[in-house]
């Protein structure tokens, strides 16, 4: 996007860079170990990444937004997400798996 913002920005063509956080949708199911109820709660809502890219969108012609983060005010602890997806796959006896 950093190319194409550079490229094209004298032509009147606008590029954003999204990066959302966990955002909660479906395919956080597929997780590892997927989120409780009550960490989805926490989770960046589909509505409240919309609502950013309208906000990019529709924006006067003379703004771009260049790059927008979107994360999660309370910030999931992912530790225990890491040490399974570590071991998966891992032969049985592979020093230090569980």
Not at 1 to 21: C, E, Q, V, Y
Not at 31 to 41: D, G, I, L
Not at 50 to 63: D, E, G, S, V, W
Request: glycine content about 6%; hydrophobic content about 35%; charged content about 20%.
């Amino acid at each position: 996007m950093t190319f194409l913002h550079a490229t094209f920005r004298n032509h009147n063509i606008r590029s954003t860079t999204i990066l959302p956080g966990e955002v909660n949708t479906p395919i956080m199911d597929t997780r590892v170990r997927p989120p409780s109820t009550e960490e989805r709660a926490r989770m960046v809502d589909p509505d409240d990444v919309a609502q950013a890219i309208l906000l990019a969108c529709t924006l006067p012609a003379r703004t771009t937004i260049e790059q927008l983060v979107i994360s999660p005010t309370f910030a999931r602890d992912q530790g225990p997400d890491n040490e399974i997806s570590r071991w998966m796959g891992a032969p049985d006896g592979w020093p230090g798996k569980p």
